[in-house]
């Protein structure tokens, strides 16, 4: 999964995208920035290509920052070389949440199973109720 995130922090172009917004979601919500740190984010083209010293506005911590807050997605300018973002990388919080999540998400993984095999044995009843037809007995022209 590391190579995954790390792909898609690396092809971040911030405009805006599902894919993005849901990686500013997380960010956001979990109150991080990376995966493993905000060292990830040095990878991106737009940040390593630009001539102003940019970071993800998703992971701008607010109480680092001074005056109005800015953009909740995208990237944000930078005052200084270092960033006001959090430090901490995202891995473990979305490890912790998937771990207060697991009887939810393997509840509704039994549910659509037990729905689909349900499916599957009525459609195998439907199937064996159907008498075949002799077509033996049907004129031909």
């Not at 993800?56 to 001074?66: G, K």
């Not at 998400?105 to 064996?128: D, N, Q, R, T, Y």
Request: proline share 3%; charged share 15%; with cysteine.
């Amino acid at each position: 999964m590391s190579n995954i995130v790390t792909q898609i922090l690396n092809n971040y172009p911030g405009k805006n995208s599902t894919t993005e917004q849901a990686w500013d979601y997380v960010q956001r919500t979990m109150e991080c920035c990376g995966w493993s740190g905000r060292m990830d984010w040095q990878g991106n083209a737009v940040v390593v290509n630009s001539s102003q010293l940019l970071f993800p506005c998703s992971c701008q911590n607010a109480s680092l920052v001074e005056g109005n807050s800015s953009s909740d997605s995208g990237f944000c300018e930078a005052q200084s070389l270092d960033w006001p973002v959090y430090d901490r990388g995202c891995n473990s919080s979305v490890e912790s949440w998937l771990f207060a999540n697991v009887g939810v998400i393997l509840g509704v993984c039994l549910g659509v199973a037990v729905i689909e095999l349900l499916g599957m044995i009525l459609s195998i009843g439907l199937c064996k109720g159907i008498h075949t037809e002799e077509y033996t007995k049907v004129p031909k022209y």
